[in-house]
């Protein structure tokens, strides 16, 4: 079955611009099948796919063969797992481009943003538009999982950011209930979308499994060519224990095997190819307020959970408000386009995520599984040195709030 993405309707509105349209993201997130959908809707179109080692050869070899067969007397061609091009791929695509952009639509996909800068981007610039597609956020699961629950999270969602409605002055216990529901599996499990399909928990785990060790023989091995992989394995379950922390390099350095300069190199490795990114902090006073310091989370927190072994449900966990947050804090990267920070002060502290809205105003969220008295003292502080940006709490639970209208539920963000 088919899932509806996001960026389907982004793509659609450029294909009668000149550009060709890159779409990378970690294997397994739905490239091939979004391709294969709006392929299926166009005349004169092609789909070829670089797996395919006759047609790869002949576009690494003999590039004016490609041409007569693929490109000529086509309206619109769809080059899949371009990555496989090893041999100056982008320079290749490049000379097609630059031949035939009046007539043909170019659309590539690549395994990892690393692929596309080092064998694409140096020959493009200006030539290309480069879209993420990530495993689904939890609007596309729920497309999947609830049409009407989709519908009511839409006019929610619309409610809060627009007029900034509390979701929990809308809503009853039991939709709320619903909504968590499949919000817990959603954290559990991610949403690799032949995982979110799957109904068993036992095969989800599986798959999941298989998309890790994919990850290592593909892109770790191909990529970087690693002999020691384990060592970056070793990373991985460090990152896994430190969500949501800022990122100490010595004790990561400690449990990997690696230097603090391979540490770095590799941190950066695991972004480009969309295993964990890093948040940095938001300030505007050097002298009290954490400035260098990044903080640490998985674009999929299924993945996290398969790094750990641990698919416990939310309730008995000891790493509940960790995962929480880290879900939340995937939700926004997955769809938003402005840039996501966390803001701590040399006192300590701490809000989890400061956003930049589409028209530059900033909205703060404070992760909580339960609420208490003494976490104020952080939204006291953050309030105090930026006072025209609000601040919510994002949390699962109203029932311990005393006013939730400045509280909002964490699937909704």
């Known amino acids: 079955m088919y899932i509806k993405r996001n960026l389907e309707d982004k793509i659609l509105k450029f294909l009668d611009d000149p550009e060709i349209l890159a779409i990378v993201g970690p294997r397994q997130a739905g490239k091939t099948t979004l391709m294969h959908k709006i392929f299926t809707n166009l005349e004169k179109a092609k789909f070829v796919s670089f797996e395919d080692r006759d047609v790869l050869s002949m576009f690494d070899n003999n590039v004016n063969d490609f041409i007569k067969i693929y490109v000529k007397n086509t309206r619109f061609l769809f080059i899949d797992e371009f990555q496989y091009s090893k041999h100056d791929g982008g320079q290749r695509l490049k000379y097609i481009y630059d031949n035939f952009k009046d007539k043909v639509k170019i659309v590539i996909s690549g395994s990892s943003a690393i692929d596309l800068t080092v064998k694409a981007m140096r020959y493009l610039v200006g030539r290309i538009i480069v879209f993420e597609l990530f495993p689904l956020d939890f609007y596309e699961y729920l497309w999947y999982q609830n049409q009407n629950y989709l519908a009511l999270y839409k006019e929610l969602k619309q409610e809060f950011y627009e007029k900034g409605i509390s979701p929990y002055t809308q809503i009853g216990e039991e939709v709320h209930h619903k909504f968590l529901e499949y919000y817990y599996d959603y954290v559990i499990y991610g949403g690799y979308p032949r995982v979110v399909v799957e109904s068993d928990e036992e095969k989800k785990k599986v798959l999941l499994k298989n998309i890790y060790n994919t990850y290592f023989l593909r892109e770790v091995r191909d990529i970087l060519g690693l002999i020691d992989d384990y060592k970056l394995e070793n990373l991985l379950k460090g990152l896994a224990l430190q969500i949501g922390s800022m990122v100490e390099y010595s004790e990561l350095s400690n449990l990997s ?13 695991l ?7 890093l948040l940095s902090p938001f300030f505007s006073n050097k002298r009290v307020e954490v400035v260098k310091n990044p903080k640490v989370y998985f674009f999929d927190t299924g993945l996290r959970n398969i790094v750990v072994n641990d698919f416990r449900s939310i309730n008995f966990r000891t790493d509940k408000g960790f995962l929480l947050e880290n879900a939340l804090a995937s939700q926004l990267v997955k769809s938003s386009d402005k840039e996501i920070k966390y803001w701590r002060d040399k006192k300590k502290n701490e809000i989890d995520f400061i956003v930049q809205l589409s028209d530059n105003r900033y909205i703060a969220y404070e992760v909580k599984t339960k609420m208490k008295t003494e976490y104020l003292r952080s939204v006291k502080a953050f309030k105090e040195r930026y006072p025209e940006i609000d601040v919510y709490i994002a949390c699962i639970d109203k029932s311990e709030l005393v006013d939730y209208t400045k509280a909002v539920p964490l699937y909704i963000i």
């Open 257 to 269: 095997g690696y230097s603090y300069h391979y540490v770095k190199k590799y941190l950066n490795f």
């Open 271 to 277: 972004d480009k190819t969309y295993i964990t990114f």
